[in-house]
């Protein structure tokens, strides 16, 4: 998903097969122009968890380290050209806050948020670094129009995302990054699910989009008659399979593959 709101994610089933079939859908994704991310390294923000690292959300660095060092990151060759494995190394740095941040982040915090700890982790910006800001449970965010929303609890505006990329800029830089919340609850992975496999279903589907549409202008679609948008992640949205990620096992989403026009996990 993209800096404006699809549909709303949906609840993802508890069960998924066990082979990762491709999953048929006739749809093309279309180059718009803009520029692809072919390497980057990635830093990890965690905002409210009491633990100084990302226990909180299952160690998500553990699994960017699989996916950049797996056969499924080639995926996005079509996309991005040359080979992508091991391109999109984890930074063994991060920036954290480990007291309460709020139960509620406006769209103008989550990029202060990001100031801060660009600041903090060296300024590092531009198309060879991006960020993932993960939330503690409990904390709601809205996009920038403060009416799509995250909020599983109902408080804050319309519940239509479970996560989203987006990009600012700072000190004439771009700086493009990922808004990771807390997952495993009813509407994106579901309630008690197991965290390390519902934060790295969300997370894998923001990464391969970061990748492959940064600004919003690369690679995308129009479904539903001309009237939404899909980038690589969002036309298989919980289309969920158990299959090996540098040989560990995850239960999370395929991306899209123009070459097969299908969810799948072979590039």
């Known amino acids: 998903m993209g800096n404006a709101a699809n549909a709303p994610e949906e609840e993802a089933p508890t069960v998924a097969p066990a082979t990762p079939t491709p999953y048929y859908y006739p749809f093309q994704l279309q180059y718009h122009g803009g520029a692809t991310i072919s390497g980057a390294t990635q830093y990890n923000i965690y905002l409210g968890c009491a633990a100084s690292n990302g226990s909180c959300w299952g ?36 920036c954290y806050n480990n007291s309460a941040v709020g139960s509620y982040l406006a769209y103008s915090d989550i990029v202060a948020w990001m100031n801060a700890c660009y600041n903090a982790l060296g300024q590092h910006g531009g198309a060879g670094v991006f960020y ?53 609850v009813n509407g994106c992975y579901g309630n008690g699910s197991n965290i390390i496999n519902a934060t790295a279903n969300v997370l894998s589907h923001e990464t391969f989009e970061l990748i492959t549409d940064p600004a919003l202008d690369a690679w995308y679609g129009v479904l539903f008659n001309n ?29 899209y593959s123009n070459t097969y026009s299908a969810c799948t996990v072979s590039s």
Do not use: R
Not at 136 to 163: L, R
């Open 227 to 255: 009237t939404a948008s899909a980038e690589i992640g969002d036309i298989c949205n919980f289309v969920l399979f158990t299959f090996p990620v540098n040989s560990v096992d995850y239960t999370i989403q395929l991306e």
């Open 59 to 94: 160690n998500p660095s553990t699994f960017e380290y699989n996916l950049d060092n797996s056969s499924f990151i080639a995926l996005a060759s079509q996309y991005v050209g040359g080979s992508p494995t091991g391109k999109y190394p984890p930074s063994g740095t991060w």
């Open 132 to 184: 993932h800001i993960f939330l503690n449970q409990g904390i709601d965010t809205c996009m920038a129009d403060g009416v799509n929303c995250y909020s599983p609890d109902g408080k804050h505006g319309s519940f239509t995302f479970c996560g989203y990329h987006t990009y600012t800029t700072i000190g004439g830089a771009p700086v493009f990054f990922t808004v990771e919340p807390y997952q495993t």
